[in-house]
């Protein structure tokens, strides 16, 4: 079967490329559709940037804005894919471009797609009145070198005063092919859990593909080609959020976007947290799922899922367990899953009165940088004493991991900054962090110390000289 998609309203089908392609590929060597730029081809530059136009429950149009250089052709099959070149109609250019135009938002252009694509992307779902952090956080994921970005912000501005459109309202929507294949390459889109299990059964090898924003660099990077996919995005089962009064369970498919609103009503630290993780293009493909997949030490959610005592249903054809996050990462990049098994869904307490949790992300830069150390806190404190208390910190060891030594220090003693600076002090006895380009062993041992001092401070409603800010 070949991939159907709508590239700018018009159906397209194709049956003779590699469904490993490149979304950016196709188009600038297939299509010739050369307005959209390859910058650094991994995901940070933003040059590359299209719109996914497609409808939800409630039949709204939705415009997620993500890298082309990281989205594989498969993963657009059944999708409406928006490139600069689809914007305005009739010869009459859209807003956005009008008001890059205007405001002088350009000078040598070659990142100027991809601003234009995120400010339509912008332009189509901002609902709340504009200010500078919301243009702000929907232009991280786009680098430019020459212009300055105060006239793109104008731009912003500008074009968002003319509001959402639907621009495709009677635009078909396209069943998913639920299997494709190229030379000997199979690619997989299931839409049941059942058919996924049966999948993994037959394929154990076959690579799941939830976002792709760590698999896309394989084969962006390395021009890798697979021989059996199998994506996640379609399981109906594994993009479901639920929500009690106890618990939240996040399907391992929904897409860090999807599941922000959730996350930061239950936990605002952590919802802080996700809009740093990578940029808007990479939240709206990456998934909490992914993210647990890859087993990366510095993963930004692991320590947090790790503190909250989160727990993951792991499923396989005929059998399911439940396993504590904290207890699946086993060495570096190493995980309990056997091949037949799955992440089906990330299931996370609600915090009890008394327990408050942060989580501090150290990088170099504000926006889009991968972290050098996160540090995720749980503490419950009962007349001033500390009753319960986990720290997780990521980057620090092979796998994100609990300071036990941290923790049995302060288990029991009075909340008092004196008690978080010797808490710190235990810290070389929990980790041996390894140097490296992002930052040195001793760096990695003193900002983790730190981090208790500045716990102590933020849930003490001191005023925090430490805090980093986004200009
Ligand atoms: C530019 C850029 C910036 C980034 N910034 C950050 C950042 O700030 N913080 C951070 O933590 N990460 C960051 N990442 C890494 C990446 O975005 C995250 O790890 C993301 O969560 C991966 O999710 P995904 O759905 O895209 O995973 P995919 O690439 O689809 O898959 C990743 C792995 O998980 C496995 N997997 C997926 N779903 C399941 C499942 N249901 N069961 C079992 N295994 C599964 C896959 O087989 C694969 O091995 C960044 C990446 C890029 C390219
Ligand atoms: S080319 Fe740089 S983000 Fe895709
Ligand atoms: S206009 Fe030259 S890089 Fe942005």
């Known amino acids: 079967m070949s991939i159907r998609f709508h590239l700018n309203g018009e159906l397209n089908q194709e049956s003779s490329i590699s469904p490993s392609t490149t979304v950016l590929d196709y188009l600038r060597l297939i299509q010739m559709a050369t307005g959209t730029k390859e910058g650094c081809a991994e995901g940070d530059c933003g040059a590359c940037s299209v719109v996914l136009h497609s409808r939800d429950d409630n039949n709204k149009p939705k415009y997620e804005v993500v890298n082309s250089c990281l989205l594989l052709l498969s993963q657009i099959d059944g999708a409406n894919l928006i490139t600069v070149e689809g914007l305005g109609s009739n010869g009459v250019l859209d807003a956005v471009q009008e008001a890059m135009i205007e405001k002088g938002g350009t000078q040598c252009g070659f990142c100027t797609p ?40 104008e731009a912003a501005y500008k074009a968002c005063a003319f509001g959402p459109t639907d621009d495709f309202p009677d635009l078909e929507a396209l069943e998913v092919t639920e299997q494709q294949h190229f030379e000997d390459e199979l690619v997989f889109s299931p839409t049941s859990l059942d058919e996924l299990l049966r999948l993994k059964i037959n394929y154990p090898d076959g690579l799941l593909l939830a976002g792709g924003t760590d698999l896309g660099l394989r084969a962006s990077k390395n021009r890798e080609r697979f021989k059996v996919i199998i994506h996640t995005a379609h399981v109906t089962e594994l993009t479901k959020i639920e929500e009690t009064d106890d618990s939240l369970e996040i399907g391992a498919a929904v897409t860090y976007s999807e599941s922000l609103e959730n996350i930061t009503r239950a936990y605002p630290s952590f919802g802080r947290l996700i809009t740093r993780i990578g940029s808007r293009q990479i939240r709206n493909m990456g998934t909490i799922g992914g993210n647990i997949g890859t087993a990366s030490p510095i993963g930004d959610t692991l320590p947090c899922l790790i503190s909250l005592n989160a727990s993951f249903e792991i499923v396989s054809e005929g059998s399911s367990r439940a396993e504590r996050a904290e207890d699946f990462f086993i060495d570096y990049r190493e995980t309990s899953l056997n091949p037949t098994e799955i992440i089906k869904k990330i299931k996370l307490p609600k915090l009890k009165k008394n327990q408050q949790f942060r989580v501090y992300k150290i990088s170099k830069r504000y926006d889009q940088d991968i972290s050098s150390v996160v540090a995720a806190f749980l503490v419950e404190i009962e007349n001033d004493v500390v009753v319960g208390f986990r720290a997780t910190f990521g980057g620090m060891a092979a796998i994100p991991k609990r300071a036990s030594e941290c923790e049995k220090v302060l288990l029991g003693k009075e909340w008092s900054e004196e008690n978080m600076l010797m808490v710190g002090k235990a810290v070389e006895k929990d980790f041996v962090p390894l140097s490296d380009h992002r930052a040195s062993s001793n760096y990695r041992l003193k900002v983790a110390a730190n981090l208790f001092l500045r716990l102590y401070r933020d849930l003490s409603d001191q005023e925090d000289l430490l805090e980093v800010v986004a200009f």
Request: hydrophobic share 35%; glycine share 8%; charged share 20%.
């Open 114 to 153: 991809g601003f234009v694509m995120s400010l339509y992307s912008l332009r189509q779902t901002s609902k709340k009145t504009l200010d500078d952090d919301i243009i702000h956080d929907a232009l991280a994921g786009n680098l430019c070198r020459c212009t300055g970005y105060r006239p793109i912000v």
